[in-house]
């Protein structure tokens, strides 16, 4: 499979959720071989999305080096992708090449309540 061949909550278990220490859950998206995509709560930094992304791994045994490549503020929530495999693997390179040639298109929405003023 190459990197952009995905699977859907493939071998997750307990509805595709990785716990974390605070109330918010990690959802995982998408995973292959290449790359493992995450929904990322408000409230939680990227650094500790990938730490679970890692500890996910390693519980199901499989190698759990990783390279992010993208991030999203603390407060906002949203995707973050990393690729499969340390900095030099084929993955990471294909992915960080997409991103960083803006191939990779993004989608803010902004929700808000009460009454500017």
Not at 2 to 27: C, D, Y
Not at 35 to 55: C, D, H, T, W, Y
Not at 60 to 85: F, W
Request: with cysteine.
């Amino acid at each position: 499979e190459t990197p952009h061949s995905p699977r859907p909550n493939s071998s997750l278990g307990r509805g595709g959720f990785m716990p974390w220490s605070g109330q918010a859950k990690v959802e995982v998206l998408m995973q292959s071989p290449g790359f493992v995509a995450v929904s990322k709560p408000p409230g939680m930094v990227s650094s500790n999305s990938f730490e679970l992304i890692q500890r996910f791994l390693r519980e199901s045994g499989e190698d759990d080096a990783i390279t992010p490549v993208s991030r999203l503020d603390a407060l906002t929530s949203g995707v973050l992708v990393v690729a499969r495999g340390g900095m030099g693997s084929i993955s990471a390179n294909y992915l960080l090449a997409q991103f960083s040639g803006r191939l990779v298109s993004k989608t803010y929405h902004c929700l808000c309540s009460g009454r500017p003023g």
